[in-house]
């Protein structure tokens, strides 16, 4: 079969085995492995150029505060935001997140207002909202979606009125893999003057996002999801929004001005980035959009689209096996959660891990949903554009392994249950 022209670049997927088996890496919903130059990078950084940003004037500090502020320049021009002052950086998805609650949810809503949410939710875009309901007053309210896995907008615009204040939903679930519309969620939450925002960190690494487009006013997304770096997050906010914001956090170079008793702060995206930030992590992440872009997203949704129609098309034929959301390989961006018969997730991810393919068993921080689905958990296989055909074989195989391993051992189907 064709040689992926790409897998190559990840060393991890080339001199790894997992159980004496060469590894089959399909967890890239839970983190993306990383290309030679994005580690290479963060090395150089820390060998060569280690030095804090925004700070001494020396020809180290100022190559250091020159290539972090490029970095927020080219996640300004990847997602097309309208400023580079709309960019923070932040530590992950989930802390972006839970900014935008405690920083706009908490100081905007009061009793009596609506919060509206998927139950798709990854946990991460829902516990923050519980938290400020219950210290505002404010309600939760839900979208269901359809047998394709996708919001029901029929249901939303009875959902959506003018006691909403907040609408936050993501745009890829991390278990169906199906696309949400956010950009029609959008336009009915400012026909009643509310806020979108959209967690994007399922859908970043796979399609060209357009914030303009959207016209979201927040959206959240984390780096270690696309290649690069752990401890790298991203929070894009309309800057009319953000200027009515206060800081969450005070010190080191979000000062403008400072007496014994009072402190004004720097405008635009610095004012919310207190102390020293994530360097090493924010100068590698700019390597990793690099070579995305290298990429293409066109390549990357050819991919999917192959990887997923193997798969899946595949799997129907295997009558244990139960796919979850839509049976249209389409919906599925990179994702496919499945149960295998009546054999325990975690089960079925050991049999996967013994042949060396890593998945993902749980209920993906997705209680609702999995309450939703009528499951405790569901097995996730997430692929990602250095995944090829022998990653699928592979996954096949491992499935057949189960399947044979516990017709044998049928008293084990329940171990973890």
């Given amino acids: ?28 919903a839970a983190t993306s492995q990383k290309p030679q130059l994005v580690i290479d990078r963060i090395s150089r950084y820390y060998g060569y150029e280690n030095a804090n940003i925004h700070r001494a004037t020396h020809a180290l500090a100022l190559k250091a505060t020159d290539d972090y502020e490029q970095v927020r320049d080219q996640v300004r021009h990847f997602i097309n935001a309208k400023s580079r002052d709309e960019i923070i950086f932040t530590r992950s998805t989930t802390e972006s997140l839970n900014w935008v609650a405690q920083r706009w949810g908490e100081a905007k809503l009061k009793p009596g207002d609506e919060i ?8 991460s875009n829902l516990v ?31 959902t959506i009125n003018a006691k909403t204040k907040i609408v936050s939903i993501t745009q890829v679930s991390n278990v169906l893999g199906s696309i949400q519309p956010v950009k029609e969620l959008a336009i009915m939450a400012h026909e009643v003057n509310a806020i979108m925002i959209v967690d994007a960190a399922q859908s970043v690494p796979h399609f060209k996002i357009d914030v303009q487009n959207l016209d979201c006013d927040f959206l959240a997304f984390s780096a270690h999801k696309m290649l690069g770096p752990t401890g790298v997050g991203v929070l894009y906010g309309k800057s009319e929004l953000l200027e009515k914001i206060d800081p969450e956090f005070f010190g080191g170079e979000m000062i403008e001005e400072v007496s014994k008793n009072e402190a004004s702060f720097k405008s635009g995206a610095l004012r919310f980035e207190a102390g020293t930030q994530n360097i090493a992590g924010v100068i590698a992440f700019g390597a990793a959009l690099t070579y995305l872009q290298k990429v293409g997203f066109d390549k990357i949704a050819a991919q999917d689209r192959s990887l997923m129609e193997a798969a899946i098309s595949a799997l129907q034929n295997r009558p244990q096996v139960k796919i979850y959301g839509s049976a249209d390989p389409a919906n599925h961006t990179g994702i496919i959660s499945f149960n295998v018969g009546e054999i325990h997730p975690h089960d079925v991810s050991t049999v996967f891990d013994l042949d060396g393919v890593a998945i993902r068993a749980g209920h993906h921080c997705a209680e609702p949903l999995m309450n939703r689905l009528g499951v405790s958990a569901t097995c996730r296989a997430s692929f990602y554009f250095y995944n090829n055909l022998d990653d699928v074989e592979r996954f096949l195989i491992a499935i057949k392994d189960t399947e044979d391993f516990f017709n044998r051992h049928p008293s084990k189907e329940s171990s973890n249950g």
């Fill in 1 to 28: 079969m064709p040689k992926n022209q790409f897998r190559d670049d990840f060393p991890i997927l080339n001199n790894v085995k997992m159980n004496d088996e060469p590894l089959a890496y399909l967890d890239n």
């Fill in 116 to 123: 509206v949410l998927s139950i798709l939710e990854h946990h």
């Fill in 128 to 158: 923050p909202w519980q938290q400020v309901a219950k210290k505002t007053g404010a309600r939760l309210r839900f979208l269901d979606f359809n047998q394709e896995g996708v919001i029901d907008l029929n249901a939303a615009k009875k």
